[in-house]
């Protein structure tokens, strides 16, 4: 039996470091950014949906989503952001749960399904244990400032919009404290390897 781990963390709080910490131990990763954007792509049945929705304003010269221009309309909008999410979580939940299952029929140990919206988006069920990437609010502020050369009010709005690391954190079978070094980080997914009995 594959052990399915569902990993998730906050904006900027280093859940893309963890899940390349996951690659170096060869396990198989299922990414949910990565599927996002490609549902998106010109010719797939999201994109299109998208596009009836927003309007081709939100198109570059290629015709790809200008996903900055998508973002300043839906982060600020509760109602434009569910609108979004409602066309892009279900086509993303079909290529995840393919890819997972692919994965599971070849007989792996563990599959780790790389989702940043995992408590969000109620997707618990499709994973056997949780594991949060966590960093305190004044680390993830900086991180996500300097990684987006974005403002501070910018950057808040969009820590706001997820919810609270902190309350990820007490959902999670397992918290990897990212605050220190990567070494140290590092150190705490073998632990967690070990103890799971993955390694």
Same mark, same amino acid.
């Given at each position: 039996m594959s052990l399915i781990i569902g990993l998730t963390g906050s904006i900027a709080s280093g859940k893309s470091t963890v899940s390349s910490m996951f690659r170096d131990y060869q396990l198989? &990763?299922? =990414?949910? =950014? @990565? &599927?996002s954007r490609e549902v998106v792509r010109p010719g797939e049945k999201a994109y299109e949906q998208i596009v009836a929705t927003f309007g081709d304003g939100i198109l570059l010269a290629d015709q790809t989503i200008d996903r900055k221009k998508l973002g300043a309309i839906i982060f600020p909008d509760e109602d434009k952001r569910k609108q979004l999410n409602a066309i892009v979580h279900p086509a993303v939940r079909e290529k995840m749960l393919q890819q997972r299952d692919k994965y599971v029929a070849k007989g792996v140990d563990c599959v780790i399904l790389d989702i940043p919206l995992l408590f969000e988006s109620k997707l618990t069920h499709l994973v056997d244990k949780t594991v949060v990437v966590y960093v305190n609010k004044e680390t993830q502020l900086q991180r996500l400032m300097i990684r987006d050369n974005s403002l501070k009010e910018e950057a808040e709005s969009r820590i706001n919009s997820q919810l609270s690391i =902190? @309350?990820?954190a007490k959902k999670a079978d397992y918290v990897i404290d990212n605050n220190g070094t990567? @070494?140290? %980080?590092?150190?705490? +997914?073998? @632990? +967690? +390897?070990? %103890?799971?009995? &993955?390694i």
């Amino acid at each position: 039996m594959s052990l399915i781990i569902g990993l998730t963390g906050s904006i900027a709080s280093g859940k893309s470091t963890v899940s390349s910490m996951f690659r170096d131990y060869q396990l198989p &990763i299922v =990414d949910a =950014d @990565e &599927i996002s954007r490609e549902v998106v792509r010109p010719g797939e049945k999201a994109y299109e949906q998208i596009v009836a929705t927003f309007g081709d304003g939100i198109l570059l010269a290629d015709q790809t989503i200008d996903r900055k221009k998508l973002g300043a309309i839906i982060f600020p909008d509760e109602d434009k952001r569910k609108q979004l999410n409602a066309i892009v979580h279900p086509a993303v939940r079909e290529k995840m749960l393919q890819q997972r299952d692919k994965y599971v029929a070849k007989g792996v140990d563990c599959v780790i399904l790389d989702i940043p919206l995992l408590f969000e988006s109620k997707l618990t069920h499709l994973v056997d244990k949780t594991v949060v990437v966590y960093v305190n609010k004044e680390t993830q502020l900086q991180r996500l400032m300097i990684r987006d050369n974005s403002l501070k009010e910018e950057a808040e709005s969009r820590i706001n919009s997820q919810l609270s690391i =902190d @309350e990820k954190a007490k959902k999670a079978d397992y918290v990897i404290d990212n605050n220190g070094t990567k @070494e140290q %980080t590092s150190k705490q +997914l073998n @632990e +967690l +390897l070990q %103890t799971w009995q &993955i390694i």
